[in-house]
């Protein structure tokens, strides 16, 4: 399989186009922008990995990248579930600004300005692969959740938001073989073992794109086995060519583990042979994932780009099912994914990137996704052709170099009937649209245990007004307010 790479043929040469200014100017001239590679994983608990204590799943090269970069102890995901997470990442903006409320629900509006249009004016080559989740990627086919012939509706691809090359699907495959179940089978809701050669299958019914009516064949070679290495596979051919070209590049690495449902192949779950299926598939999904980036890093170091190279981790929300049934972990905080309880947002996350952090630190600062926009910006030199464009996140520059310890705008939270609002040290939080809040001490109680409404009272009045002014922000926002003739 060979991933379809549309990054201009003037970035092979000398020059770089500056598509704001139309203006060619000579990459000898150009300071040395960053590159960039978002890593997530869906569904990933933050207690999942080694670095953040995990004593069962094997996390080897994630460890080794905490024992080399930043590590966040409070890095939000924007949304306890997928979409909405994702949308925030590459527009800096929480997602009830542009209508993507819930999971299969919206799209990525063509008015949204995003990390893929922005990094394009500065000459990098833009690549995304994995999940996309942000929209249906055909109206000629039934695919995955949405998509279906004619449906047009939330039809928003990576080709339509200057993605260069992609190899991407709607939503989630199985972590293992991701075109095919087994035939038959009892559940296929948890997962399964994986598929003997030659034993009856059918497609899962979600495909593989590289472009616009560009579907992958199921029976691809190219898409079997282990769905991360399939993932990985694509991303890195696409950093080889933008490498070899001379271009700085992003690349967002979306993988679908370990999302129900999960299969592990036998070498991965041969690794915990005292786990019940399920689980054995679960950490073996997670293991496989973490040497998928054992083999970024690697490739990053052979091509002598690492130094210059942002590696972000971070998953999109809290782990899948019950605690105690379900084998995903959120650690010691309340809650897990749908909730906005700490344990359905506060997600693992790192950041790799040796110019910038030479020696490994880890950090309280409260920060998340809606903050990888306005940093990845900064670091390349980049202006918002809309200044008054509200943006959520901050620039997290000052951090990275050790320059600042305290968040200076507070997170907001929407999901379904739950709202929250997260500064430096307190949260208030609802279950009922807004109809009564608590208030927690995220410092002294982070599993949120305790309620302070009444010895807090003024404080707690203080956040809810800001609270609202932001929703109130927000609705303007998804009314078409911000977008520009």
């Known amino acids: 399989m060979t991933v379809m790479t549309r990054f201009p043929s003037s970035l092979l040469g000398a020059l770089i186009l500056i598509a704001t200014g139309l203006v060619l100017v000579p990459a000898s001239m150009s300071a040395s922008p ?31 990248m905490a024992a080399n970069g930043l590590k966040f102890d409070r890095f939000y995901a924007a949304a306890p579930v997928c979409s909405p997470t994702r949308g925030s990442v590459v527009t800096g903006r929480h997602p009830f600004r542009y209508g993507i409320y819930f999971a299969n629900t ?20 833009t690549g995304h692969f994995g999940k996309w989740h942000l929209g249906t990627l055909t109206t000629e086919r039934k695919d995955a959740n949405r998509g279906k012939p004619g449906n047009s509706r939330d039809y928003s691809a990576p080709w339509h938001h200057q993605v260069d090359a992609c190899l991407v699907t709607e939503s989630k495959v199985p972590t293992w073989d991701p075109m095919l179940v087994p035939k038959p089978v009892k559940s296929r809701k948890n997962g399964w073992k994986p598929l003997v050669e030659g034993a009856p299958s059918e497609f899962y019914g979600t495909y593989y794109w590289t472009g ?15 769905d ?18 001379g271009s700085p590049f992003l690349s967002v690495i979306w993988f679908h583990a370990p999302h129900l449902p999960v299969v592990a192949g036998p070498e991965y779950t041969k690794l915990y042979p005292d786990a019940s299926e399920y689980e054995a598939n679960y950490y073996g999904c997670i293991t496989a994932l973490d040497d998928q980036v054992g083999r970024l890093r690697g490739r990053l170091r052979e091509l002598g780009v690492a130094g210059n190279t942002m590696v972000w981790f971070c998953s999109d929300n809290g782990p899948e099912g019950q605690a105690g049934k379900a084998p995903g972990s959120a650690g010691p905080f309340r809650g897990r994914k749908r909730d906005l309880y700490e344990g359905g947002i506060r997600v693992p996350a790192l950041l790799e990137w040796p110019a910038r952090i030479p020696e490994a630190r880890s950090t309280d600062f409260p920060c998340g996704t809606v903050d990888y926009f306005p940093t990845v910006m900064k670091a390349a030199g980049f202006s918002l052709p ?13 951090l990275i170099d050790g320059e600042t310890s305290e968040r200076s705008s507070p997170l907001g939270f929407q999901s379904g009937n739950q709202l929250a609002w997260t500064e430096q040290r307190y949260k208030v939080h609802s279950k009922d649209k807004g109809k009564t809040f608590v208030l927690y001490d995220l410092i002294a109680d982070p599993a949120e245990t ?8 003024e404080l707690k009045d203080r956040l809810m007004a800001e609270l609202e002014r932001w929703r109130e922000s927000c609705r303007r926002s998804d009314a078409g307010e911000d977008y520009r003739d």
């Open 450 to 457: 305790t309620d302070l409404s009444e010895e807090k009272s």
């Open 386 to 398: 809309d200044p008054d464009r509200p943006m959520d996140g901050i620039d997290l520059g000052p």
């Open 212 to 226: 616009e009516n560009e579907p992958v064949p199921i029976d691809s070679p190219s898409l079997r086995g282990d």
């Open 106 to 125: 919206g799209h990525l509006k063509r008015e949204e300005f995003t990390l893929y249009e922005a990094l394009k004016t500065k000459g990098y080559a």
């Open 228 to 245: 991360s290495r399939i993932v990985m596979d694509a991303a890195l051919e696409f950093i080889d060519g933008a490498v070899n070209a």
């Open 34 to 64: 960053p590159n960039v590679i978002f890593v997530m994983c869906d569904d990933l608990g933050w207690g999942d990995v080694g670095f953040n204590g995990n004593e069962v799943i094997r996390t080897p090269h994630l460890d080794a």
